[in-house]
DNA sequence: CACCTTAGCGTACGGCGTACCCAGTAAAAG
DNA sequence: CTTTTACTGGGTACGCCGTACGCTAAGGTG
């Protein structure tokens, strides 16, 4: 009895909120704050851009800032909840997208494909920089206040084309699916690279005997009918090529959607409306 | 959410391969083995479908077998190697698609999209089934007799469309990343409901009062103009809607390519060659 | 038989997250 | 001013983890 269920370091929900848009309370009493918030979550993030997320342990993001490892549980209530800040303080929508969102104002319907591809491609690029996102089992896509100014982005880009609020959340989550998955193995395998110390080459090298012996069972024809240069396709060709697969299925999707609204008069379509 | 140890094991990777491809080598000597390596695979399977990855120690694996927690290192060098196994065993292509691999010999070119989506509903439910797998994050995809035998039944649902290798690989490959992005956001999602105990409803709930003092802010105007059953899409149907834009876009694809080879002869086209 | 390879595994080390508690500080209360 | 009180920094300790090391004993080989 003296302890509880052994309760794992999960993050508390409503905290990590609170901490995200309000940032702690302060009551005026009592010494003053040696560190901040931002400060913690600022080391928490390099640590692990630099040393991957193996590295980020409390005692070590501690150590950078020269205090005590239980100091920090006076800002955060926990690993968890300060891997939740790190999420949101990492994600929001970077310069060039802003940029990109002030100027087209007002041009709803016009170039989507333009700016979903950018959104796709600045996303991915947030994947290469931080790769322990991906390593981050995010809970719960938690909207913080960055994580919210990219979804309002792209929901912007979809505007003025007659999709319908599910429709408009199921097109970006396709996207960003898509983007996620590729960027998972595009880093995890680079992470591999760097912490074994094995490169590309040397590790398709290593599979090459036991490979052959496996082309001669015969069990997979299709496999050794491809040529060599097979898996030789540039990261960022890849990522180009889904892209544009992907974009050209959402266009189909608007002609179809289209098509339809023509057919049946301007109001109908499941959940389409034009303003809250 | 935990971060699983991630860390300090590195999975030697020929040593992984011979495991999968050959099994332990024994050369009669000494005491009989009390383990085999599938029981211990199995036995971490099990054990990881059941509690999650944070419960999976060498400690609890051998617990389960009623040894001590030593004699696994007798069998596998390490955690990291484990995994890999785990993640062979449980890769390969269940039943129902190898019924539909023999059911279709000679029928290249004409049923690929059933395939595909086959194959994709597929490995999504694998996802569903084991969590675990889009936790494990530590190495390249080695590739397993199982894992090659997955790999092999995708390409084959490509034979006979006029695709050149490094093609096929790319539509695969973008099949794949959406399958495992989407699969990502949704058993993350239910796994942190699991573990939190903080159902889904409760989560959106807690969001709602911090949702609303942003929205007074004006700043993610696209984002509260959303009908509010924006995000009460069904899973499978989000799984469902991806899949077909891919699957359109890559018909098109499909399409572009054939007019191309039609225009400029046969052997034409970037990449595309019959065989090395 | 003795020899020697190999299996099982007890012990120990260095790391982790964090509960608990105490000492010291600074603002508020008197 | 002094006293009270809320608060911060952080030392210590507990129970996990992966695994290196080295011992005992089993059982084919000579």
Redesign the pocket.
């Known amino acids: 009895m003296?302890?509880p269920p052994?309760?794992?370091?999960r993050s508390d929900i409503g905290r990590s909120l609170e901490l995200m848009w309000r940032g702690?309370e302060?009551?005026?009493?009592?010494?003053?704050?040696?560190?901040t918030l931002e400060g913690i979550v600022g080391a928490a993030v390099h640590l692990a851009d630099r040393e991957g997320l193996a590295?980020?342990?409390?005692?070590?993001v501690?150590a950078e800032l020269g205090?005590?490892?239980?100091?920090l549980?006076?800002?955060v209530p926990?690993?968890?909840e300060l891997l939740d800040l790190m999420v949101d303080h990492v994600s929001g929508p970077p310069a060039e997208v802003r940029a990109a969102r002030e100027q087209r104002e007002g041009r709803a319907g016009k170039d989507w494909r333009a700016v979903l591809q950018l959104i796709g491609e600045t996303t991915y690029r947030l994947y290469r920089a931080h790769p322990w996102l991906l390593q981050v089992n995010q809970s719960r896509p938690l909207l913080g206040p960055n994580t919210l100014l990219g979804l309002d982005f792209a929901l912007g880009a979809l505007d003025g084309l007659g999709l319908g609020s599910r429709e408009r959340i199921s097109v970006i989550m396709t996207l960003d699916s898509f983007i996620t998955g590729i960027a998972r193995q595009h880093v995890l395998s680079r992470l591999a690279a760097e912490e074994t110390g094995i490169s590309d080459e040397d590790f398709w090298a290593a599979q090459v005997p036991l490979m052959e012996s496996a082309m001669a069972s015969g069990a997979y024809p299709h496999v050794f009918s491809l040529t060599e240069d097979a898996f030789s396709v540039a990261e960022e060709d890849m990522l180009r090529f889904g892209l544009t697969r992907i974009l050209d299925g959402i266009e189909t999707f608007l002609g179809n959607a289209a098509a339809e609204r023509q057919a049946s008069g301007p109001e109908a379509g499941a959940g389409v409306r034009a303003r809250g």
């Not at 052994?6 to 370091?9: F, N, T, V, Y």
């Not at 302060?26 to 560190?35: D, H, T």
């Not at 590295?55 to 070590?60: D, H, P, V, Y």
């Not at 205090?67 to 100091?71: D, I, K």
């Open positions: 003296t302890n052994a309760g794992r370091h702690p302060r009551s005026g009493r009592g010494p003053k704050p040696a560190l590295a980020l342990s409390m005692r070590r501690a205090v005590g490892t239980m100091s549980y006076r800002y926990g690993k968890g």
